[in-house]
């Protein structure tokens, strides 16, 4: 053969398949190694590369049977003709020397390097490739139906089955982490947004209701004026309405209804006519079902009781969306109140403070699957009431007790984390 080709025509035809072998082995890293989410939403946006690599991947026992049989189909042949090649330079003992070289050279040029070219940057090439494989699949479709077919029967003895191949749903937390790493390609405010929203579920309304000694109400016992003062100075839309206490609740009043009755009319008996009545939740509701119940009921406020009927706090789903975009009222009750700065590392904490909203605000990593104030942590960790002066550490924060009054801490000095300290030194 090598009397009837030119040697350099032989070379030129070696140099090709070893073109094509490196052209299937990328291409295959490449379509294997695509994100199918992106590929999912760049085939939606109608990106032809894309949407051919899509329906390729949906049987991706044909698509590497179709690659397969093309790469194996090069590499013999060029094995062939190295050894045609080896006789026409050197006779039979160069064909074992050029078996060593052609297997160098398949292996990084054919191989290694375009294996690695796709894994960095896998679109580049599984795209084009897609456009070229989706009618070579449909011209060499009985040949690689066959082999699929028997690769198939195999993995069935083992068990295997082509559904396990099926692009499986995110669970939240790997939505988490692909929300988390995103980066640059999201701002951080979305960012932060997404991840709150995500969190709903672990999230219940005890972590973020008003809590039962700090419910702000109208209680019908008082005098007329008194009432009158509450209202005219409540920064909220709806009040709770109860006698005596607020366990024995009432109602709401809607101030819009207040604001639209004759002044004159007036008196607690038209006021008890203007309530709605009551909306109660369970503790322990997740903040995720709070907020579709909010939605279906259109209502946005509710009061969480416990297990026997007596109330614990109470919720509005003004709360549930801080929880999800942020503060964005000016409630003399946010937690920059409860929080001053003595020093770059030291913090005046209120006892009352709510333990979530110190780690968003201060950017802080105390424990929230307990008590939800920082006082109630305090306490279930020494199991008493501890005197002024008393020290402790919670997860790695030195806080010291400054003031206590009526069997409460009101007031903590909590330090700089210790494991940031030590980082910085």
Same mark, same amino acid.
């Given at each position: 053969?090598?009397?009837?080709?030119?040697?350099?025509?032989?070379?030129?035809?070696?140099?090709?398949?070893?073109?094509?072998?490196a052209f299937f082995s990328g291409?295959?890293?490449?379509?294997?190694?695509?994100?199918?989410?992106?590929?999912?939403?760049?085939?939606?946006?109608?990106?032809?590369?894309?949407?051919?690599?899509?329906?390729?991947?949906?049987?991706?026992?044909?698509?590497?049977?179709?690659?397969?049989?093309?790469?194996?189909?090069?590499?013999?042949?060029?094995?062939?003709?190295?050894?045609?090649?080896?006789?026409?330079?050197?006779?039979?003992?160069?064909?074992?020397?050029?078996?060593?070289?052609?297997?160098?050279?398949?292996?990084?040029?054919?191989?290694a390097a375009p294996k690695t070219?796709?894994?960095?940057?896998?679109?580049?090439?599984?795209?084009?490739?897609?456009?070229?494989?989706?009618?070579?699949?449909?011209?060499?479709?009985? $040949?690689?139906? !066959? =082999?699929?077919?028997?690769?198939?029967? *195999?993995?069935?003895?083992? @068990?295997? #089955?082509? %559904?396990?191949?099926? $692009?499986?749903? !995110? =669970?939240?937390?790997?939505?988490?982490? *692909?929300?988390?790493?995103? @980066?640059? #390609?999201? %701002?951080?405010?979305?960012?932060?947004? !997404?991840?709150?929203?995500?969190?709903?579920?672990?999230?219940?309304?005890?972590?973020?209701?008003?809590?039962?000694?700090?419910?702000?109400?109208?209680?019908?016992?008082?005098?007329?004026?008194?009432?009158?003062?509450?209202?005219?100075?409540?920064?909220?839309?709806?009040?709770?309405?109860?006698?005596?206490?607020?366990?024995?609740?009432?109602?709401?009043?809607?101030?819009?209804?207040?604001?639209?009755?004759?002044?004159?009319?007036?008196?607690?008996?038209?006021?008890?006519?203007?309530?709605?009545?009551?909306?109660?939740?369970?503790?322990?509701?997740?903040?995720?079902?709070?907020?579709?119940?909010?939605?279906?009921?259109?209502?946005?406020?509710?009061?969480?009781?416990?297990?026997?009927?007596?109330?614990?706090?109470?919720?509005?789903?003004?709360?549930?969306?801080?929880?999800?975009?942020?503060?964005?009222?000016?409630?003399?009750?946010?937690?920059?109140?409860?929080?001053?700065?003595?020093?770059?590392?030291?913090?005046?904490?209120?006892?009352?403070?709510?333990?979530?909203?110190?780690?968003?605000?201060?950017?802080?990593?105390?424990?929230?699957?307990?008590?939800?104030?920082?006082?109630?942590?305090?306490?279930?960790?020494?199991?008493?009431?501890?005197?002024?002066?008393?020290?402790?550490?919670?997860?790695?924060?030195?806080?010291?007790?400054?003031?206590?009054?009526?069997?409460?801490?009101?007031?903590?000095?909590?330090?700089?984390?210790?494991?940031?300290?030590?980082?910085?030194?």
């Open positions: 053969m090598g009397d009837d080709v030119p040697l350099g025509a032989l070379l030129s035809l070696l140099g090709l398949l070893l073109l094509l072998s291409s295959e890293t490449a379509l294997m190694s695509l994100n199918r989410y992106q590929l999912r939403h760049r085939a939606r946006k109608g990106h032809r590369g894309a949407m051919l690599a899509e329906r390729l991947l949906a049987r991706p026992d044909r698509v590497i049977g179709l690659i397969l049989l093309g790469n194996n189909l090069v590499n013999f042949s060029a094995a062939s003709l190295m050894a045609v090649i080896a006789l026409d330079l050197g006779g039979e003992p160069a064909v074992a020397l050029g078996t060593v070289v052609l297997t160098l050279v398949v292996l990084i040029f054919s191989e070219l796709a894994a960095m940057h896998p679109e580049r090439l599984a795209f084009p490739a897609a456009i070229i494989y989706y009618p070579l699949l449909k011209l060499t479709y009985p $040949l690689v139906w !066959l =082999t699929s077919m028997c690769a198939n029967g *195999v993995l069935y003895l083992f @068990g295997v #089955r082509s %559904s396990d191949s099926e $692009l499986q749903p !995110l =669970t939240r937390e790997e939505l988490r982490t *692909v929300v988390f790493e995103a @980066g640059s #390609r999201m %701002s951080s405010r979305y960012q932060r947004m !997404l991840l709150s929203i995500l969190d709903l579920e672990k999230v219940t309304v005890d972590d973020v209701m008003v809590p039962h000694n700090e419910v702000v109400g109208i209680d019908l016992d008082d005098e007329l004026v008194e009432i009158e003062a509450l209202i005219t100075a409540s920064e909220h839309t709806r009040i709770p309405v109860y006698r005596d206490t607020i366990d024995n609740i009432i109602g709401i009043l809607h101030l819009r209804k207040l604001a639209n009755a004759a002044p004159q009319s007036f008196d607690k008996r038209s006021l008890e006519a203007m309530l709605e009545e009551p909306y109660f939740v369970p503790e322990g509701t997740p903040l995720s079902t709070q907020l579709v119940q909010f939605q279906r009921r259109r209502l946005r406020i509710a009061l969480v009781v416990d297990e026997y009927g007596d109330i614990q706090g109470l919720i509005t789903l003004e709360d549930i969306l801080e929880e999800i975009v942020g503060e964005f009222t000016t409630d003399p009750t946010d937690s920059d109140e409860d929080v001053v700065r003595e020093g770059p590392e030291s913090w005046l904490v209120a006892g009352g403070a709510n333990i979530r909203e110190l780690n968003r605000s201060e950017h802080w990593e105390l424990p929230t699957d307990g008590p939800k104030t920082l006082s109630g942590l305090i306490v279930e960790l020494l199991e008493t009431i501890p005197e002024p002066s008393t020290c402790l550490e919670i997860n790695g924060y030195p806080i010291e007790i400054v003031e206590t009054e009526d069997k409460r801490i009101r007031t903590v000095r909590v330090g700089r984390r210790v494991a940031e300290a030590e980082a910085e030194d």
